[in-house]
T-cell receptor, first 115, second 109 residues
Framework: EAGVTQFPSHSVIEKGQTVTLRCDPI?????LYWYRRVMGKEIKFLLH????????ESGMPNNRFLAERTGGTYSTLKVQPAELEDSGVYFC?????????????FGEGSRLTVL | RKEVEQDPGPFNVPEGATVAFNCTYS??????FFWYRQDCRKEPKLLMS???SGNEDGRFTAQLNRASQYISLLIRDSKLSDSATYLC??????????FGRGTSLIVHP
């Protein structure tokens, strides 16, 4: 069974440009989470989808970030326009269990560098 | 106060040593607790859940103290392959998995 896949694995863009990150969760996992790790800091929650609905987006830094999960399958996270402080590793995770009492399965992350 | 706080590390121990990590959390309503392991430049992976009565998985023992709001992870007979960052994960508000900063463990020969 395929795990959580993320694309691209690494993206280098200039300040002001746009980047779209994609996450394909494990098939059948309704819960999809986006997290971000900035160097030296903890992995911080961005948002949570249940199927195609945003359950909680309290961690989204600002309106330059837009996440979608059309059809309840894969998800995209767009940053527009990118700023220097957006650099970090963006992790996607999925889980099968509602309300999260089970395991989170992570993708390998998308490393974003904004110059 | 951060939602989940961990020992800063790094912990540098010889093979065969016993090492313990602690983690404190602020949400007294949390019901779910986990330890994850993250290797360098890799994704976090579940190491073990933490149950109220404490639980063991081979060389790893996890404990939960609800009164003091902390969890611990004990690793016995450390192996070189145990070198990694250990992440404490606690159910936060709205049932969101909330991560600590992680504790780095280096096991040397």
């Amino acid at each position: 069974e395929a795990g959580v896949t993320q694309f691209p694995s690494h993206s280098v863009i200039e300040k002001g440009q746009t980047v779209t990150l994609r996450c394909d969760p494990i098939s059948g996992h309704d819960n999809l989470y986006w997290y971000r790790r900035v160097m030296g800091k903890e992995i911080k929650f961005l948002l949570h989808f249940v199927k195609e609905s945003k359950q909680d987006e309290s961690g989204m830094p600002n309106n330059r970030f837009l996440a979608e999960r059309t059809g309840g399958t894969y998800s995209t996270l767009k940053v527009q326009p990118a700023e220097l402080e957006d650099s970090g590793v963006y992790f996607c995770a999925s889980s099968q269990v509602e309300g999260w009492a089970g395991e989170l399965f992570f993708g390998e992350g998308s490393r974003l560098t904004v110059l | 106060r951060k939602e989940v706080e961990q020992d800063p590390g790094p912990f540098n121990v010889p093979e065969g040593a016993t090492v313990a990590f602690n983690c404190t959390y602020s949400n007294s309503a949390s019901q779910s607790f986990f330890w994850y392991r993250q290797d360098c430049r890799k994704e976090p992976k579940l190491l073990m859940s933490v149950y109220s009565s404490g639980n063991e998985d081979g060389r790893f023992t996890a404990q939960l103290n609800r009164a003091s709001q902390y969890i611990s992870l004990l690793i016995r007979d450390s192996k070189l392959s145990d070198s990694a960052t250990y992440l404490c994960v606690v159910e936060g508000g709205s049932y969101i998995p909330t991560f600590g900063r992680g504790t780095s463990l280096i096991v040397h020969p």
